[in-house]
Nanobody, 118 residues
Framework: QVQLVESGGGLVQPGGSLRLSCTASGISFSGNVMGWYRQAPGKERELVAGISRGGTTTYADSVKGRFTSSRDNAKNTVYLQMNNLKPEDTAVYYC????????????WGQGTQVTVSS
């Protein structure tokens, strides 16, 4: 019933840009805090960006100034605009939904691959 579907990943050269999107179904989207996570080979999954129900954002230090998250509650969609991409950004990016009232209830997308290479 619950689905989070990411899209927009791909291969890009250093300095390039990508825009990821995540569309949710089966949940009350506006009732969830959304987040973008990534996991690179050999590394732990890390939080890249978080966005509150009202659109307030937080970012990992490594992406501040380069990544921007936004959401459209009417479209049940959260976005991650990634600019000035670096090879270190290469990872599988995952969309996460966390119920704002019951934060132990979380859902994950299948992930989308982002590869930054020349």
């Amino acid at each position: 019933q619950v689905q989070l579907v990411e899209s927009g990943g791909g291969l890009v050269q250093p300095g390039g840009s990508l825009r990821l999107s995540c569309t949710a179904s089966g949940i009350s989207f506006s009732g969830n805090v959304m987040g973008w996570y990534r996991q690179a080979p050999g590394k732990e999954r890390e939080l890249v960006a978080g966005i509150s129900r009202g659109g307030t954002t937080t970012y990992a230090d490594s992406v501040k100034g380069r990544f921007t998250s936004s959401r459209d509650n009417a479209k049940n969609t959260v976005y991650l605009q990634m600019n000035n991409l670096k090879p270190e950004d290469t990872a599988v990016y995952y969309c996460n939904a966390k119920n704002a009232y019951e934060r132990w209830r979380t859902y994950w997308g299948q992930g989308t691959q982002v590869t930054v290479s020349s």
